[in-house]
């Protein structure tokens, strides 16, 4: 038969008692944070998961600070191009205005002020901070405005290429100055003309493509020869004679040659030369303004001269303005990426929280409940433990 003594007894209701009252501390204080893991004790494989979505949380928002500091730089260059094509949208205008012929020497230096003036303010876009103690233009890496105003021409000093933010998505927080605004595709960007010698009132146009497969990349010489009136022209290729030799010329009629249609209007003299060669993309900006500005301030032209100027000025301000455009576009491309990159960031971040959530945070309705539950298990223990203190032996002799 076993005995059990008054100690026992009272041992037995206070360790009850005592893990009763431990379990509605755990559960106060999980009612307090809101939270069913406080600790890795209260459930090992809940509080590792949670850490891996912590984890992945914190992944998400260093990739959402790249993200927006790549907006931040697209926008503001994006806006920066915008402004640099107004400007030289208003050289166009500029430089079609100063192509009338009936304008003076005077009234062309005007012009040509104000195109200076458009180079300065291109200059400084070209060198706007990006507002974190860099450039936009820089390339990957500047640490001075990139473009130098360097006599003979503005060169960039910053290092070629894209800077980009550190991860998988490879967004740009600085642009290559050098290839967005010194590299633009000289002449019509296949082939570019030119005007070698001109005495006569001939001049050129910028030429198309009429026949791509037929193209060489060879450089062509157009040479004219006026005896009595009747013009006639020699083409060479490469410096060598072609076939097509002593041509009857015919003002304003394309020449074609080797896939390429230009075409010479006015009445060329002898000895007047035009020269067809490969284009390139070394066309700058400033170049093109400063060419401009040089014709328009060089005084005593004749009229055939001054429109000659104006076409080759028009071709390369739209070449320009071309590029540009494009990496306009390309900053607008980007933003729209940004954009997707951004929603799906917030995705992750939304799966990340939730995922931490259903591995640690607590059910508050079950938990009210299960609370309420150990109260009646406390109290009941409570009152069990009372109980017992009164049928020790002293008390029931005393009774």
């Known amino acids: 038969m076993n005995r059990v ?228 022209y020699s083409v060479l290729k490469d410096g060598a004679a072609t076939a097509m030799t002593n041509v009857p010329y015919q003002a304003g009629t394309a020449m074609q040659i080797d896939g390429m249609a230009v075409t010479v209007s006015g009445a060329p003299a002898t000895g007047d030369a035009f020269k067809i060669v490969p284009s390139s993309s070394t066309l700058s900006v400033f170049d093109t303004l400063d060419k401009t500005v040089s014709d328009l301030s060089t005084p005593n032209k004749r009229g055939p001269q001054i429109t000659q100027d104006s076409i080759m000025n028009l071709r390369n301000l739209d070449q320009v303005m071309g590029r540009l455009t494009t990496a306009r576009s390309d900053a607008g491309v980007t933003l729209n990426r940004i954009d997707g990159v951004t929603d799906r960031l917030g995705e992750q971040k939304i799966s990340a929280e939730t995922e931490k959530s259903n591995a640690q945070d607590l059910d508050m309705v079950q938990a009210i409940s299960d609370f309420q539950n150990k109260q009646s298990g406390y109290d009941a223990a409570l009152k069990s433990y009372s109980m017992v203190q009164r049928l020790s032996l002293f008390q029931y002799l005393n009774g």
């Open 5 to 232: 003594s008054t100690l026992q007894a009272f041992d037995t209701s206070l360790a009850q008692l005592q893990k009763r009252q431990v379990e509605m501390s755990e559960m106060q204080n999980q009612l307090t944070t809101g939270k069913r893991v406080n600790r890795a004790s209260d459930d090992p494989t809940a509080a590792a998961r949670a850490e891996r979505a912590l984890a992945s949380s914190a992944r998400v928002d260093a990739d959402q600070r790249g993200v927006d500091a790549s907006k931040s730089f697209m926008s503001l260059t994006e806006s920066s191009l915008g402004d640099a094509n107004d400007l030289l949208q208003r050289a166009r205008e500029l430089v079609v205005q100063a192509g009338n012929a009936g304008l003076g020497d005077s009234e062309r230096k005007n012009l040509a002020t104000e195109l200076q003036g458009i180079r300065s303010q291109l200059l400084t876009i070209a060198n706007r901070s990006d507002g974190a103690n860099g450039y936009l233009f820089g390339g990957q890496g500047s640490a001075q405005a990139p473009f130098i105003d360097a006599p003979g021409a503005v060169q960039f000093r910053g290092t070629g290429g894209e800077a980009k933010i550190a991860g998988t998505e490879g967004l740009p927080i600085a642009m290559d100055g050098g290839a967005t605004w010194l590299s633009a595709r000289t002449g019509n960007g296949v082939f570019e003309t030119k005007v070698t010698t001109s005495t006569g009132s001939a001049t050129i146009d910028v030429g198309s493509v009429v026949n791509p497969s037929a193209l060489t990349g060879s450089t062509y010489d157009i040479q004219f020869t006026n005896t009595a009136g009747v013009v006639t």
